[in-house]
DNA sequence: GCAACGTTTCACAAATTTGTGAACGTGCAA
DNA sequence: TTGCACGTTCACAAATTTGTGAAACGTTGC
């Protein structure tokens, strides 16, 4: 059981989990990298091996990789001694750093708001309505560390159950 | 003051805030219409109304409201007695019917991950990942009713606030 | 029936995005 | 110095998306 997985159907697998990423809007071939880092074995990966493994073009990774360490997702480390960069998925916490950033990528929204309260006064319809998408965006910003919280308590447990059951300060 | 606003201006804002709006993943047509009917005064807008408003051809509009009906961000109504249909923004709670669609966006991942635990197994290091990411999902799509709960309740009393304090059935 | 009106569909042009091959730069090794 | 391996940048071709004008469609009112 859970013998080795064919290449063919773990590319599979990765194109698709890419498509599903872009709706979330991130670029395709940024998608496509990040799809497969968190979807292969390997703990980090050089620029080559990541355009090997997908089959593309060592200059399409190149775009892609600034994206994505840009945007926080992959990071950028060399091996002490070594002549290339390694990129990694950020093992612990994924989502959580994934997250954080699009809370991040938000504030734009939030201010764009704002300004459209002061351009068409609190108390037309339209401003009410700005005023709305501004505190909306400013509760969710405010929301947010104390739901990863929570996200990373159930993750503890949930990854923690299969250690032993009592080892109280683990 | 709050004097009457410049309709070069109004456009010029509603095309800042629709860009922005691309950025959380809506295409630019129907980002444009979202953003004018959430920043101009009028309650229900025509097709035609629309299409004049943003100086686009009403050809433009028929695509991008039908995405927005789809998506649940715009209603299609019929005033009794019109022979032309009316979209309208959701008035009350703008932002809540908006973030309830986009977690049901997600579920299309969250199935996808648990695809990916089931090829790659629970023990390799990619099958975790994809674990992390389906429980991450799941965790998100069950908090976000309470969240909503939430910001209903703090919405509720920031709009109250303006009006009189003690009337109780207002 | 048929004219008037608003909306949708269709084919196409323009603009944007995507991915490639090839040239270039860098650092190590012989 | 030369050779080599890797990564990035650049210019271009292919594919996709975007928005338009024109025609088709359906509904209302005469």
Redesign the interface.
């Known amino acids: ?2 013998g080795k ?1 064919e290449r063919q ?2 590319l599979r ?1 990765v194109e ?2 890419a498509m ?2 872009t ?3 991130l670029p395709r071939m940024p998608a496509r990298v990040f799809a497969y880092v ?6 980090r990966y050089t620029a080559a091996e990541l355009a090997s493994g997908l089959r593309v073009s060592p200059a399409a990774i190149s775009g892609a990789v600034r994206t994505l360490v840009q945007a926080g997702l992959l990071g950028k480390e060399r091996e002490p001694g070594a002549r290339v960069d390694t990129y990694r ?1 950020y ?1 612990h916490d ?2 959580g750093v994934i997250t954080t950033q699009r809370g991040k ?2 504030e ?2 939030e201010q ?2 704002a ?2 309260v002061a ?9 009410r ?2 005023r ?2 501004q ?3 400013a ?2 910003r405010r ?1 947010l560390p104390e ?1 990863l919280d ?2 990373h308590e ?2 503890r447990k ?2 923690d159950a299969h250690a032993d059951a009592d080892t109280g300060s683990g």
């Open positions: 059981m859970t997985v159907d773990l697998f698709r989990f599903g990423l709706e979330v809007g968190l979807v292969d074995d390997a703990e998925v093992d994924i989502w990528s938000s734009p929204i764009l708001a300004e459209g351009l068409l006064g609190p108390d037309s319809p339209g401003g309505r700005m709305e998408t505190e909306f965006y509760f969710f929301k739901i929570e996200w159930y993750r949930l990854f």
